[in-house]
């Protein structure tokens, strides 16, 4: 639908990203498009988060409209998951999470992205990921007429059918495919895209994981639930997607923690066991008041000691006197 351009902002003085409308094939398409630009300017303007990818301006430039936006230094994460066979669990878990901050903040505004896949979410240079394109994106309570759009592997079983309700679940649907892409190194369904939307209504996906690739039950867990095909099924929100995320890399690192312990403890001989730090803070105290008693403290000390000493020896001969 348009292409992008990297330029300078002579008003801003900043490097920008200008996507511009390409010349469509009918005056219909044309009209469609121009629609679709205005409402990505619109609800861009509406949010404001790092991880979106920031909208600065819309015009049109002799009847091309077009879009300024922030410059993103970095791949999209489609390319960077390109140039790997599979993706290990944590860093898969870290990039769901971070997708679903976006989302969060688009769904706290009552907007849907209706198109979230890798190639729309871009790598920044310090590793933080921004969601961008929200041509395809709605208010699932607008009026305006829905049409069929996006990338049918992504697609969530209701949005295949325009007279099913869409909410923002759909979205975390397209969650699951992108964590389930990185861990089994493929798509949950591929082929032609009859093929592939009628796969996502009738079968399942395959979970054999490919050689190499440890991944723990309950990340899996969070992929099935996301790729549900019932929406009541699935995880409600971003926001619960981001805490099993979080939860889930936390079990998985006390379980190193305890595995590197276990394995330390295997490898050190076998030693006399030393005091406690507990011991050692309880004997603390009690040096102190030794340490600093005054001299006539430690005097009254020491002819009381010798008193006790001498009551004991007349004690003794008096008891063993025959």
């Known amino acids: 639908m348009g292409v992008v351009w990297e330029a300078w902002h002579t008003t801003l003085g900043i490097p920008v990203a200008v996507k511009v409308l390409c010349e469509p094939e009918t005056p219909e398409e044309g009209v469609r498009h121009r629609d679709r630009f205005r409402l990505e300017a619109h609800l861009a303007a509406r949010v404001n988060d790092p991880h979106l990818v920031r909208v600065l301006d819309f015009g049109e430039d002799h009847s091309r409209p077009y879009l300024v936006m922030e410059l993103v230094q970095g791949p999209t994460l489609e390319s960077w998951i390109r140039k790997r066979p599979w993706v290990d669990q ?20 009552g907007v849907v992205h209706r198109d979230v896949k890798p190639s729309n979410v871009l790598v920044e240079a310090g590793q933080r990921l921004k969601l961008s394109d929200l041509g395809l994106a709605r208010d ?33 649907y397209a969650v699951g495919v992108i964590l389930y ?43 099935r639930r996301l790729l549900e095909k019932d929406p009541e099924r699935r995880l409600s929100s971003a926001i619960e997607v981001i805490q ?4 889930q890399v936390h079990r998985m690192d006390i379980r190193e923690r305890v595995r590197r312990q276990a394995e ?41 000691g010798v008193g006790i000493a001498a009551a004991g020896f007349l004690l003794g001969r008096e008891l063993l006197r025959p």
């Open 90 to 109: 944590r860093t898969a878990l870290n990039v769901a999470g971070h997708i679903c901050v976006g989302l969060a903040v688009l769904h706290h505004y």
């Open 181 to 223: 892409r990185m861990l089994m190194g493929r798509l949950p369904f591929d082929g032609t895209t009859e093929q592939v939307l009628r796969r996502q209504l009738v079968e399942q996906p395959a979970w054999d994981l490919p050689e190499g690739n440890d991944v723990d039950a309950g990340t899996l867990y969070i992929a």
């Open 244 to 247: 099993a995320c979080r939860e």
């Open 140 to 172: 699932p309570s607008s009026s305006q007429p829905l049409e069929l759009a996006g990338t049918p592997q992504y697609l969530a079983p209701e949005c295949l059918s325009l007279d099913r309700p869409f909410d923002l679940r759909s979205d975390l």
């Open 264 to 304: 330390q403890a295997a490898a050190e001989p076998a030693r006399e066991p030393e005091p406690s730090a507990s011991a050692s803070r309880g004997l603390e105290p009690l040096l102190d008041r030794i340490l600093s008693a005054s001299p006539t403290w430690w005097a009254f000390r020491a002819v009381l």
